[in-house]
Nanobody
Framework: HVQLVESGGDSVQAGGSLTLSCSASGHTYSSYCMGWFRQAPGKPREGVAALNADGTTTYADSVKGRFTISKDNAKNTLYLQMNSPKPEDTAMYYC????????????WGQGTQVTVS
C-alpha cells in the first residue's frame, strides 16, 4: 500500500512558476511508476506528466516545454515544476502511483488546487 500527499498548490499569475510536491510513504517507493494528473471543473481527468520505468518522462502535449516532472528518491518525493502556467492549467492536481507502467493509477493523493489567473 502506498500513501501519497500532495502540497504546493496555490494561486499564481500566468507566466509565473509553481512547484508541486508529492510525498510518498508505505510500499517500496522505487517499485512504482509515478505521475501527475489533473482535473478541471466539468472536464475529465487527464494525465499531465509521468516518470517511466526506464527513467524517461512523458508529458501531455499541452504542458511540454513548460512543466518538468522529477523525483528525489532520498526524500521519497515527486515534484512537478510548472513554468509559465496558463489559465487553462487551472485544475486540481493529483499525484498517482502504480506498479509500472503508470496507466490509470492504483494509489492517489487527495489533490492540490492550482489556480492560474
Amino acid at each position: 500500500h502506498v500513501q501519497l500527499v500532495e502540497s504546493g498548490g496555490d494561486s499564481v499569475q500566468a507566466g509565473g512558476s509553481l512547484t508541486l510536491s508529492c510525498s510518498a510513504s508505505g510500499h517500496t517507493y522505487s517499485s512504482y511508476c509515478m505521475g501527475w494528473f489533473r482535473q478541471a471543473p466539468g472536464k475529465p481527468r487527464e494525465g499531465v506528466a509521468a516518470l517511466n520505468a526506464d527513467g524517461t518522462t512523458t508529458y501531455a502535449d499541452s504542458v511540454k516545454g513548460r512543466f518538468t516532472i522529477s523525483k528525489d528518491n532520498a526524500k521519497n518525493t515527486l515534484y512537478l515544476q510548472m513554468n509559465s502556467p496558463k489559465p487553462e492549467d487551472t485544475a486540481m492536481y493529483y499525484c498517482a502511483a502504480e506498479l509500472c507502467p503508470l496507466v490509470a493509477g492504483d494509489y492517489w493523493g487527495q489533490g492540490t488546487q492550482v489556480t492560474v489567473s
